[in-house]
């Protein structure tokens, strides 16, 4: 496999502090808009198969999956476990900060899906994760990273931070293919006013997601 490296400047962060500490309290707001979380949970709707083992990478108290589909089992990670506890998707979750500990506690060839939501943008170390995540996926399992244009920048590293919203499609599709992923396409949607910022003009979060298979 072509194993891409990114620099150390390019790993680099502004705020360099441990990641356990940020994500120390819980946060139980929204970070996307209604119109982004509309899309992914249409997107799942049509993508995932009620008999799929799946994986919420990074996740927090929400997992977008539609709520009349139920699943074979939904497994979360994520940096706070008070979030994780409330998330009633979750059959079970584990708590670890993957820019420390690379390795993942699955077996291999053990889940169907892996899903992202706005999560990629704070990894240091997506080569690693994602050689882990191809690991675990089943044969023709799926990888769906997805994301917008908002961050917490200062806990982003500088590739993500200083790339455009094209720059970013085309840094998660370089290293999803380095790691061996085929057949990835990327969405590119954008975003839906609704409410009053429709009625006050506002653009809604676009809709970006990256899609892989094992």
């Known amino acids: 496999m072509d194993l891409m490296m990114l620099t150390q400047m390019q790993r680099r962060k502004e705020d360099d502090n441990d990641d356990s500490l940020f994500y120390s309290q819980p ?11 509309s899309q992914l949970t249409s997107l799942y709707r049509e993508r995932i198969s009620s008999q799929s083992i799946i994986l919420d990478l990074m996740s927090s108290w929400v997992s977008h999956l539609p709520e009349d589909m139920t699943y074979k089992r ?6 706070n476990q008070i979030e994780l506890q409330r998330n009633p998707r979750l059959d079970s979750f584990w708590v670890q900060d993957l820019n420390k500990n690379k390795k993942l506690p699955l077996e291999n060839h ?12 704070y990894l240091q170390y997506p080569e690693d994760i994602m050689a882990e995540i ?12 997805s994301f917008s244009n908002r961050a917490f920048w200062d806990k982003t590293p500088n590739i993500w931070r200083y790339g455009t919203d094209d720059d970013h499609i085309k840094y998660v599709e370089k290293v999803l293919s ?18 009053i910022n429709k009625f006050l003009g506002i653009e809604g979060d676009p809709f970006f997601s990256v899609m892989g298979m094992k």
């Open 27 to 37: 946060r139980f707001v929204h970070h996307l808009d209604d119109g982004f979380r």
């Open 74 to 79: 939904v497994i979360g990670h994520g940096l």
């Open 110 to 121: 053990s889940i169907d899906y892996c899903l992202m939501v706005a999560a990629w943008q």
């Open 134 to 145: 191809f690991r675990s996926l089943t044969h023709k399992g799926q990888i769906i990273v």
């Open 178 to 195: 380095s790691q061996g992923f085929t057949d990835i396409h990327a969405i590119k949607q954008k975003g839906e006013s609704r409410g």
